[in-house]
């Protein structure tokens, strides 16, 4: 079918990629004309026939103004389906936005990073059996080849709603790792921490795709010398604990993981500072000076 | 080659059957006359020719105990395997006991559950190389069919290490699973729980081993209605994280997800109700009964 | 100084006492009109000389309308005193709006509890200079007798900024003690558990108010066995965690006692069933059944 | 009356001039002769009237040494005294030991650090009636003036028992205040955050000794500039973690302030190593090269 796609990095690219591959017309639109087929928003809107169906795959911090541009040049009956990493909360408003002008929206939530082109993007659909439906035969195409990796996963929300859980537990899933493995580099008795996680990867209880891209940047660099101890978090680990507070959810595991995250960033810790500053008063323990 | 299997559970059972299928000689001793193959452990090391190999799949309460007995009955140059889930600092002074004389030790960390007889089990060994050697025919039978699914992670004791870490991991990883469902169950968005895990299966960052069965799990009892929020803990997490505070590495994640397990088996909080004391003390908040 | 008083609550109410022993003039009201001086609202502000200033000390989920309520019948020059406890992220477009209309504005934390009536309410204030300046006299009497329980924490919204991190200390604080207690309870070696804690109560690093507290309590049942093990939360444990969250600071430690009252709450809990089913999935190992 | 004393550091140099100011006769030896009344443990038991008592003050790694020395120049009904930071599990096997050739044994734990001359030190300890009967004498005046800050916490162990979980809560409380510093220090509104200390100090929730003594360092150095955000940990916040384990007792927060010490002390982070490692594997996200 056609689909009208805004948005080419490296995520919707790809996807043009699959899609075309699958046999789909795909009218890729991007700022950058070198990644674009069309010149502009409006070219893409007029060549594509009515009802039309839109997929945004951009920055979360673009997205409203996109939806916006795009609301003002569709028609009665179209969809637009945004594949971004926006925040469930924002896809009621929106949608109902939308509605009100007679387009349809959609939220998708993706997984599938830059794996996804050859073994396909999972897919987490939010919006109305009518609409969902008549996606399908995208959803089909971008989707891995098995029984598996796609939901319909509720009304609009729901699907960008999953996979914020997916990131928040996707955090939980590999701070697990990571302690283990400090743990085994810790360790006297363990020579061959590699060989551990290597061997894990079939017959073991802990066994997954995180295991194995472990076992692969370790036997690119098996004491990860080149790498800093620093990651950022990207808004759904973050809105996934945001989202356990507000229902009364314990979250330990995921909000630790978040939590590393955060000090993982920072030169020094003013918290650290307030603990060393107690000791050096009650105990005259040695403190470290800056 | 022919080997001594003490202890034909669930574990030693399947583990027999497996090392047949492979063509090996298994000589199985249990207490359970209906489980052995031979009337004590004497008859067993009697129908096994020097140099020996007995590997012993006891629960970790009488493993001290059986290969004293063993110990007694072997000569000059035999090998006790220990594949039970020993703790590490265990393997050491035993392994220390039986050179004394003259046999030798590994021990080996076996993952797999009910799953293994057909899939294999991984091994995690320690011992020395000459050791470890020798068992290998033994090892190459019962490890899965695939690249992966043993290590020899080092010396004595680096087996149960290795086993134990790995037994930690599992926690972290299934509490994060854990605390996702729990919020997608209490979202008001998502309709479609089981569909969601379901869906993670391919495709996504999250799919593992774990996540295939917790799908399993919840197409049978979509709701898990049938299961008290209950369970236990078996040794290897505690020692993970007893390990942790050693070696002074950072675990939150998988000291929360132990932690948690302690809690599921509270009928009620002693430390909450020292909260709810205070809030009655300082606040006049309601506080709930007994 | 003439103060209008809104709210005559268990807080309210005593506040109230304390101005009026300070000789202040407060005028009150109370939609019941058993605890009010004036029958409305509209005749508290006629009973009060301009400039006049208003504190507002109700619940939070009526203060916004008590504010609008309220800036319809003030004038230019009239200041409202919020003392409730609302999310800091109000108090700005709340003090824009009543500006707007020639109305000042400062938020305040008051902590204290049923003690503050006799031992003063600490008072973290947030507000223009000038505003503050002009309630000082109100603050100088309801702030406890000596040198500390009073701050001029920063603009508009510190105040109740400076009460919200106060309350997620005091989440802390509680759970340390508490779980210190669950400890000693548990331990086989410590006869005397309510005794340790009374001795602490002098000469120890942890001696604190909550610690006296702690004492009365286990004074009146020494093993608590008339309380539940179950606490609410009010607003300001969870705000503390979600700004803890927006601005990146690692807080592991209040967000713990924040997710073990949720957990207090829960009769059974969907995360501990996720993981029961895991472990039977995997390991056939014995669950409990409802 | 007669008390031996061993071991005149910062503690027991202090206790000595408490206890000589209220009148006791103490003979203390220390291997600095700077310090030492006696030459010679030798000495110092020659100068004491049967039945005798000594109190060991030494760092735990020569406790058990002394106690030898000791035991071995002792008679039969003489007692010894331990105030330092044992492990309480040590304590009984040692008791045994004395036991057998007629010394009795007691177990102090000792709270007050360099304050503790002035204040008093508070005391929890462990032993038989009739020992503790013995000494109180001397309790009574090591320990502060009012009713509390002693407490016999039960038999032999109890007394280091009850100081390794006051120690644990002390981290717990400690960190509870740390996270709370830390985020008044990241928010754009508060802009006196050591005034807010300093105003809690009364009629707060949160008042304790240890806000004091933040609010005397924020005072000296109000933004902590001069010190490392780094702390040592000296024991007891390990063991009341692992007792924890042991006794499965759920312990977040005493455990994630013990964590957060760990990480304080680390330059590099392995965890967060594998964390960016697996975040560019899958996801090819930008990562942070040493």
Redesign the interface.
């Known amino acids: 079918m056609q689909l009208g796609l805004v948005g080419l990095g ?1 995520m919707g690219g790809n996807m043009r990629e699959r899609l075309r591959t699958a046999g789909h017309e795909v009218v890729g639109y991007d700022p950058n004309p070198d990644l674009a087929d069309v010149a502009s928003l409006a070219e893409m809107v007029e060549k594509l026939a009515t009802p039309r169906a839109v997929w945004i795959m951009v920055p979360a911090g673009v997205t409203e103004q996109t939806v916006d541009e795009l609301a003002a040049l569709l028609s009665d009956g179209d969809i637009i389906i945004d594949g971004g990493n926006s925040r ?1 909360s924002d896809d009621l408003p929106r949608s109902e936005r939308l509605n009100a002008v007679g387009v349809g929206y959609i939220d998708v939530g993706v ?6 082109r050859e ?6 659909v ?1 919006g109305s059996e009518e609409h969902v439906e008549r996606l399908m035969p995208i959803f089909e195409s971008l ?2 080849a ?10 609009v ?2 699907g960008h ?2 996979k914020m ?23 006297e ?4 921490v590699p ?2 996680f ?14 194995d ?2 076992d ?3 036997e690119e ?1 098996p004491e ?9 978090d990207t808004g759904e680990g ?1 809105w ?27 030169d ?23």
Chains 1, 2, 3, 4 share one sequence.
Request: hydrophobic residues 45%.
């Open positions: 490296r469930y997984s599938g990073g830059v794996w996804g073994n396909g993007y999972a897919l987490m939010g989707k891995p098995g029984e598996f990796g796609f939901v319909h996963a509720g009304p929300g729901a709603y999953a859980v997916h990131n928040g537990i996707e955090y939980g899933l590999m701070h697990a790792y990571a302690e283990g493995y400090e743990l085994l580099c810790k360790s008795l363990v020579t061959n060989g551990v290597k061997s894990w990867r079939e017959g073991t209880v802990v066994r997954s795709w995180l295991l891209l472990l692969i940047a370790l660099d990860l010398t080149s790498l800093r101890g620093y990651a950022d973050r996934t604990v945001e989202e356990a507070i507000r229902l009364a959810v314990p979250m330990n595991v995921i909000a630790a993981s978040l939590f590393a995250r955060f000090a993982s960033r920072q020094d810790s003013p918290a650290m500072k307030a603990i060393a500053a107690l000791r050096q008063q009650f105990g005259g323990h040695a403190i470290h000076k800056n």
